[in-house]
């Protein structure tokens, strides 16, 4: 319950999230060598990239 306590729950989700936001600062090119971010985009370049939408 986020809304119960929501600086625990602020704190969590940046925990988990920081480290993506560390990657994608890098660029995109750094960023999608790691495989769960690879697996989560959708386009690159003008183009679709992600299976599900091709």
Do not use: C, F, Q, W
């Not at 602020?10 to 999608?32: D, Q, S």
């Not at 985009?41 to 599900?52: A, D, F, K, R």
């Amino acid at each position: 319950m986020p809304g119960a306590y929501p600086r625990s729950s602020t704190i969590a989700l940046t925990n988990v999230t920081l480290p993506y936001i560390k990657k994608l600062a890098k660029g995109i090119e750094e960023a999608i060598r790691d495989p769960s971010i690879k697996s989560s985009l959708n386009t690159y370049m003008g183009e679709l990239v992600h299976p599900s939408l091709k």
